[in-house]
């Protein structure tokens, strides 16, 4: 990157021009304006394979517990978000700091990929150079397809399956 470019112009354009996305998914992930919007670039930016990396985190503590009914991180985060209240300049009153449109959307790509199979740092004892060598040999996998990569790739991303659509209803279903 050159001084004086806007980093988020080339954020975006590095994120529509990779075959291959790495999502790293923490505690605070769901928190980060920047990291949601990534994440929603990354799944509209067409064909491409998304790989969870779930860092510090196991996956059932994201979502709402139907057992004990405790909001999970991910599902608290965007509760919060959805109260948030920013202050017009033009109307002199308080309004919603995020539209509930994008908070759906955000919702929608969280579940969706948070919903893969991915990889855990747990896994690997906590070891994080294993776990960037298994990812890196995950990455190298699918950029060697090359041309035939693209192919691969089509039959590989998982937009929305029958599971996260069932997932989906249930969190419609219940205020997080």
């Known amino acids: 990157m050159q001084k004086g470019n806007r980093i988020d112009f080339v954020i975006e354009n590095a994120i529509k021009a990779t075959p291959v996305h790495i999502a790293i998914f923490s505690a605070g992930y769901a928190?980060?304006?920047?990291?949601m919007d990534e994440l929603l670039l990354m799944i509209e930016s067409g064909p491409s394979i998304i790989l969870p990396v779930f860092y510090n985190l196991n996956p059932t503590e994201m979502w709402s517990n139907p057992?004990?009914?405790?909001?999970g991180v991910y599902a608290e985060a965007l509760r919060i978000m959805e109260e948030e209240n920013a202050f017009d300049p033009q109307t002199q009153k308080k309004q919603p700091r995020y539209?509930?449109?994008?908070?759906e959307k955000w919702k929608e790509a969280l579940m969706e990929v948070t919903g893969r199979e991915g990889f855990k740092l747990e896994t690997y004892d906590g070891d994080e150079g294993k776990l960037v060598d298994m990812i890196m040999q995950e990455v190298v996998k699918y950029?060697?397809?090359g041309r035939r990569g693209k192919k691969f790739v089509k039959n590989n991303v998982r937009r929305t399956s029958k599971r996260h659509m069932q997932t989906g209803q249930l969190f419609k279903k219940k205020k997080y």
Request: overall charge positive.
């Open 31 to 35: 928190q980060s304006e920047w990291c």
């Open 67 to 71: 057992v004990d009914e405790r909001n």
């Open 99 to 103: 539209k509930s449109s994008t908070i």
């Open 143 to 145: 950029r060697s397809k």
